[in-house]
């Protein structure tokens, strides 16, 4: 070995392959990316099917949330929100496991960690645009007269109560 030359060993750069620690640290990221919205999508589905929608409870729990007054968002309303979540993340979830099975979306690479992320953040997105399109697209009238647009009706006793009142 001459003077001034480098050994074959140490011009390998060293970035090439990850660590065990950031291959451990991607791998539970990726793997908990993907199966996170598939088991959300699962409770969605569930729930639905147990006839208690996670919908409604979210309504009634921030009703801030919805047009509607508190406890007043209709059942199908309820149903066809919860159905719509859990099939749309079951989608993401199924998206990114097809990515990994054929191996287009390796565990390893950070690019496909990054592809895997804004998979899930457009279903999410999306699934977040229907649902408020949904629900303020045509919003809850407040009482039966707010909702014709008429002064409410008096009952025949206040218009009698009115005539005998005289002066």
């Given amino acids: 070995m001459h003077f001034g030359t480098v050994p074959a060993s140490s011009s390998r750069p060293s970035s090439s392959r990850p660590s065990a620690m950031a291959l451990a640290g991607l791998t539970s990221a990726a793997i908990a990316g993907a199966v996170i919205p598939a088991l959300a999508g699962l409770a969605f589905l569930i729930s639905l099917a147990t006839r208690r929608p996670l919908i409604g409870t979210a309504a009634r729990r921030w009703p801030w949330l919805t047009s509607y007054p508190p406890g007043d968002l209709p059942r199908r309303t309820q149903a066809g929100l919860t159905a719509v ?83």
């Fill in 85 to 167: 979540w859990g099939i749309g993340l079951l989608a993401a979830g199924a998206v990114q496991a097809a990515g990994a099975i054929n191996g287009s979306l390796s565990i390893t690479n950070p690019g496909s960690f990054a592809t895997r992320a804004l998979i899930a953040l457009a279903a999410e997105a999306a699934l977040a645009v229907i649902t408020v399109i949904w629900l303020h697209g045509k919003p809850a009238p407040r009482t039966l007269s707010a909702a014709t647009g008429a002064a409410p009706k008096r009952r025949q006793d206040d218009r009698d109560a009115d005539c005998r009142s005289g002066p």
